[in-house]
């Protein structure tokens, strides 16, 4: 089976001064469709750096790194947005809504830069809220939701365009632990319905929910498998 995200030899390298500091470094990887993958690191780890070049946020020094099965990692700033709008969804910690659209406004928004139809635009949408039991809440604004909500928010606008990946960014990290689990129990409600989800995360407790651990640290992957032996060769 083809993966649908296949990082091979992959280097991110920033230069510091008179140093190198190597962000990833020798990274390969490969994801396959349907998966539950939590990508775990502490703060400076590569973890943030390799979410960036799996969302097509960012290119590798070096390596290739296939999407799809499309060699994305020497695209242009406009070829990867294309590839993003089409192939990506992303839920961040912080929920990254505009104070001044409403619920429906917001999820539209992922849509208009796809260059879908106002009326299309407006099905899907409401489509993405209704999954996430919001459909009574289009008109509302952020400030008038609480904070689980607003994170049901982004995750419609990750959902509005079908993508084929959900890249999770920390997604419980500003929610409180009774939301976090319901914004967890969703993501993998979401994976059992077929959607690739990669979490990003520090948190073991949170990592622990999907069914593949990836470690990394000092750039390197130092572990990846079950998620029920990830923290027992530690």
Known sequence: MTPIIDLRNIYKIYQMGDSEVHAADDVSLKIYKGEFVAIVGQSGSGKSTLMNIIGCLDVPTSG???LNGEDVSELDDDKQAAIRNKTLGFIFQQYNLIAKLN?????????LYAGISKA????MAKSALERVGLSDKLKNFPNQLSGGQQQRVSIARALAGNPSIILADEP??????KTSREVLDFLKKLNEEGNTIVLITHDQSIAREAK??????????????DAE??????
């Open 64 to 66: 290739k790194y296939y």
């Open 103 to 111: 619920v429906l406004e917001n999820v539209e928004l992922s849509l």
């Open 120 to 123: 299309k635009r407006n099905e």
């Open 172 to 177: 419980t990290g500003a929610l409180d632990s």
């Open 212 to 225: 593949r651990i990836v470690r990394i640290m000092d750039g390197k992957i130092t572990y990846d498998g």
């Open 229 to 234: 032996c990830a923290f027992e060769t530690r």
